[in-house]
């Protein structure tokens, strides 16, 4: 979340090409030895408000019955539900990220 924040606050003082730059530098820091070229094209866009997935209001169920429930939603049937809906950090990557980890762990005991 506070990447999101720090994000979009660069955007407010940085030009387009500041921010190709610091996008570039990010992915070749994180990429070290990768030739990772310039964008051929970028759009910014930060949303103030964000997004998340949200649960009805009233549900008698919790966000970390839902992450329980993801897991294996049929018994016994290899089936997993992945997403950053079915995890409690939802409206982030990491929660997307975390839930895969769910299933794998579940399905395949890593
Ligand atoms: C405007 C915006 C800004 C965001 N900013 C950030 C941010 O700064 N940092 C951050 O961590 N997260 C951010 N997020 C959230 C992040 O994008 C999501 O949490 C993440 O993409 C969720 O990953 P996912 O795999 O669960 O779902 P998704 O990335 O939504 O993937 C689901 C995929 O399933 C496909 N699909 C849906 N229905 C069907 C169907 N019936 N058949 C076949 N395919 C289907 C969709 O097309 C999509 O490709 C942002 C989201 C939005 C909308």
Redesign the pocket.
Known sequence: ?Y??VK??ELFKIKSKDDMDQEILGALRRLFPGVDIPKPLESIY???EE???HIQRAGTHLSAFKVVDWAKRPFPGRDLFM?????HPL????????L??HNALREGWNK
Request: proline content about 0%.
């Open positions: 979340m990447c999101a994000w979009g866009v930060y949303w964000g997004y998340r992945v997403g950053e809906a079915y939802r409206g982030w990557i990491e929660g997307a990220l839930s895969a």
